[in-house]
C-alpha cells in the first residue's frame, strides 16, 4: 500500500503560526530597561560645588510638634493635660519656648462644629505661631458602601 498520513505533496504543510512570539520582545525590554536604569542617573544635571564644613547647628531641626486636641465637647487639650483657651496661647509659648515657628497640629473631633476648630486655630495663629496645620485620620483602605 503505498498510502501515507502525509502522503501527497500538500498535505505535508504546515500552516503559518499565528501566535506571537513575546521572548524577543521580553529580551528588547529588559535591555532597554537595563540602558534607561543606567543612564538615568548621569543624565541629572547639576554643578559641582564643594561646599564649606562648620560647626553652626542645622537650621531645620526637626523638633516634635506640639498638638491641640479637641473633644466632641469643645473640651481643650494640649498634648494629654486639658487647658483653658485662654491660657492655650500662653502654655504654647512655653511649650515651644517662644519660637513662633514651631510647628502646631490641630486635631480636632469629628462631630464637632468647623467654627470651633477655627477659633482655636485663630487663637493660636493670633498668638503669632506661623505653622499650624490640621490633622486628620486616613479613611480604611478597602470597598467603601
Known amino acids: 500500500m503505498g498510502a501515507s498520513l502525509g502522503g501527497g505533496r500538500g498535505r505535508g504543510r504546515r500552516r503559518p503560526q499565528s501566535d506571537i512570539n513575546v521572548t524577543p520582545l521580553v529580551d528588547v525590554m529588559l535591555v532597554l530597561l537595563i540602558i534607561f536604569m543606567v543612564t538615568a542617573p548621569m543624565m541629572t544635571s547639576g554643578v559641582n560645588v564643594d561646599l564649606p564644613k562648620t560647626d ?21 487639650y494640649l498634648g494629654d493635660d486639658p487647658v483653658q483657651p485662654d491660657d492655650l496661647v500662653n502654655q504654647l509659648r512655653a511649650m515651644s519656648q517662644n519660637d513662633p515657628t514651631h510647628r502646631i497640629f490641630v486635631r480636632g473631633d469629628a462631630h464637632i462644629d468647623y467654627g470651633r476648630v477655627m477659633e482655636v486655630m485663630g487663637r493660636i495663629t493670633s498668638g503669632g505661631f506661623t505653622h499650624v496645620a490640621l490633622l486628620a485620620q486616613q479613611p480604611p483602605s478597602g470597598p467603601q458602601p
Not at 57 to 75: C, E, Q, R, W
Open 56 to 76: 553652626a547647628s542645622p537650621v531645620n531641626t526637626d523638633t516634635k510638634p506640639i498638638t491641640v486636641s479637641i473633644k466632641a465637647d469643645g473640651a481643650l
